[in-house]
């Protein structure tokens, strides 16, 4: 399932973004390629930590410190990639 | 009516009781071991400060219930039916908690076993009151990190209103998955496994566990040694954020500020200051701030324990200030040599033990959800004090 | 301590219930318009009883916040607990930082503005006690001017869990959140509180109350035993309890002084009234509430 970036992965992670950052917006309202922090969305350190331990936990792909971080969750788009290189 | 402290305790990863943690931080000792976390599906091993091993076979609340009845041996059955009890933690028992909730999922598997099954902040300060009779002023703090320095304040607080004549308070942070994993699961862990306050390198906290204990009275202490006087302290709320300081200090600024005016003390007579430092880049810049606006650049000799101890969490204000205090009395101030300072911050922790100043000692505690929380020790001359 | 304002939140919980617990965020969104994310049901009862208690009304600029819990957060470190020990990962962060004694506090004091003292005390059955006595000395001391006291303590779900960390059988429980917003003492009328007191047994309150009778009624925030009953009467004059078929929630003694303090305001009552709780097994706690 997460061979490549699908458009089922993507829609997985919003749903996930969702749910760990409780924020009460459907998950399509976020673009593939939606800035996730510092853009609309409003998320912040304690939400991208939220985030990295769900990504770890459900697809067993780990993103360590601040600068990881940042540039995983660029957008949704680039975490599918992510997650996707990471278990090749 | 000055509050006196009259007697001083710990156990931390340094030692079990005050001579050797005293001689352990003078000496700059680094007791730091490691844990292992091989229950999790993705084992970790996390470097921890921990308790040298028990010699004795007592457990979680029978060492509790010692440290407690030493301090308290010297008070007559009347004056301890007049010591109130404060007792300030940020886990309390939750190492008995989850214990108990691994032996309930081994029996009764993960549908039927209830998690945090004790539940009570105030119980153990009921079971260590009813226990060594003291008065029925037992008031647990629950204010995360500086949840034991609070309770030295409303102990301070309690002899000054005339409510009880002694004030018995304990800071208490004992090894929990909870606590130390989630942490981890923050970020917050030194990378690097050392604690570097207010240094260019710093990169996070270590953890710790311990026990701190301080013994406040209305009576003047005994002549012939040196006179520990609590001269008062504040708290105050920074809310910019649930996880971090605001870096501008202003917050932490304004509680020294404060605790300086209860104790009426003037900055520039202070004599030393015993820092918050948890080494993370947010909080120690903040801290920085605040010294900064409260000193104008001319900071007092300062010191950070959390590199020789880690960070003991709701314990930390009462184990930092009985360890102070410990080396005050035998007349050192603590140092933290070879902690080279951040030129950004200008925070020079002092880099030698020296002979302890006479006069106000400035404790600074911050914590999670803006809490913090400053205090006023002054070292007196002995019999001398105002 | 004048009481210049008063609010009680008390939910009865079937014991069999499944779920879902009341909403509590329109008690939130009243006063505060968006949505407050990230915050579980712990303190949410915080929220919602401290807005509605304080009603948009301006505070002093010196005021202190003084919670009482008896048992804390206990739904979240339940679900930190269960990720460390049972599924072998860690805490959630969300999860960790909700556990912390003061976060509940972080948000009240954000929504209302406050910066300078917070505490959260807990003693068993006499924690909301004990929250008054730290706004009492605090006031008394002349540190703050005006003192936000309140006490919340939650049901968590699966209930039957909830009864074991109990230790009790019951069909029902009970949460709430109670507060009080009290001033330095004025002269002008009202509603005001002395400082609390606590006695080891009912020789002890007995002694007390002789020496501080008389009283024109007592209020005990639990069933007296036919004891009580006879030391509490041959002392003063009307009794009533204000209990619950089960009051199995930590800060309920808050829910019967702010009742107390409500029906004195509305001058359902008037003169020297006293509150009485107890724990489980003692000690009592005594307050002197005047109008």
Sequence with gaps: MTNAVTEELKLALKQMIVEECDKDFEPEFIGDDTPLVGGDLDLDSLDVLQICMAVKNQYDVRIEGSAEARRALKSVNVLAQTIVDARR | ?386 | MKVSSSYSLLHTIDADAEGPLPALEPLITRWHGSRIRRIDRYIQLCIAGGLNCVADKPLEERTGLYLASRAGAVSTSAKAMINTEQKGEMPKPLHFVNTLGNSAGFYLTQLLGLTGTVLVVSQEWLSFESALLHAWLDLHQGRVDAALVGGFDEVCLPTAHHLERLGEQTTQLTEGSHWLLLEREAPASGVSLEAPNWFADSQELAHWISTEAPFDWIQTGFGPSPDERSLLASNTGELQAFTRPAALHGVFSGAALVSLCEQLAEGQKSGRALHLVRGTEGPYGALVVTC
Excluded at chain 2, 10 to 33: D, F, I, K, W
Excluded at chain 2, 55 to 66: G, P, W
Excluded at chain 2, 121 to 143: C, F, V, W
Excluded at chain 2, 352 to 361: E, H, I, K, L, R
């Design chain 2, 1 to 386: 009516m000055p509050t006196y402290i009259h007697h001083v305790d710990t156990h931390c990863a340094l030692g079990r009781g005050l001579e050797p943690c005293v001689a352990g931080l003078l000496a700059a000792e680094n007791p730091l071991s490691e844990i292992p976390f091989d229950q999790l599906r993705d084992p970790v091993h996390m470097p921890y400060f921990a308790l040298p091993l028990d010699t004795t076979e007592d457990d979680f609340y029978q060492q509790l219930e010692s440290l407690c009845a030493n301090a308290v041996k010297g008070l007559s059955a009347e004056q301890r039916r007049r010591t109130a009890l404060l007792l300030g933690s940020s886990s309390f028992d939750v190492q008995v908690s989850e214990q108990l909730y691994r032996a309930d999922l081994a029996r009764r598997g993960n549908d039927q076993a209830v998690p945090m099954p004790i539940v009570g902040y105030g119980k153990l300060a009921q079971r260590i009151g009813d226990k060594l009779g003291l008065s029925l002023q037992r008031h647990s703090y629950s204010t995360a990190c500086t949840s034991s320095a609070n309770a030295i304040l409303y102990g301070h607080r309690l002899l000054e209103a005339g409510l009880v004549d002694h004030a018995l308070v304990l800071g208490l942070e004992r090894f929990n998955h909870t606590s130390v994993l989630g942490f981890y699961g923050l970020g917050l862990i030194s990378p690097g496994r050392a604690m570097r306050p207010f240094a260019q390198e710093r990169d996070g906290l270590l953890l710790g566990e311990a026990v701190g204990l301080l013994l406040l009275s209305r009576e003047t202490p005994a002549a012939g040694k040196p006179w520990l006087r609590l001269c008062g302290g504040a708290i105050g709320t920074d809310n910019h954020s649930l996880t971090a300081a605001n870096t501008d200090g202003q917050q932490l600024a304004q509680v020294v500020q404060q605790a300086l005016a209860d104790s009426q003390i003037d900055a520039q007579d202070l004599v030393g200051v015993k820092v918050h430092g948890t080494a993370s880049l947010k909080n120690d810049e903040a801290e920085a701030a605040a010294l900064g606006t409260v000193f104008g650049g001319s900071t007092p000799p300062a010191f950070a324990l959390k590199p020789f101890l880690g960070h003991t969490l709701g314990a930390c204000g009462a184990v930092e200030t009985a360890l102070t205090l410990g080396c005050l009395g035998r007349g050192k101030m603590p140092a933290n040599p070879g902690i080279a300072p951040d030129p950004v911050l200008k925070v020079n922790l002092a880099q030698s033990v020296q002979p302890a100043a006479t006069g106000p000692y400035l404790f600074n505690c911050f914590a999670f959800g803006g809490n913090n929380n400053a205090l006023v020790i002054s070292l007196d001359r002995k019999g001398t004090a105002a």
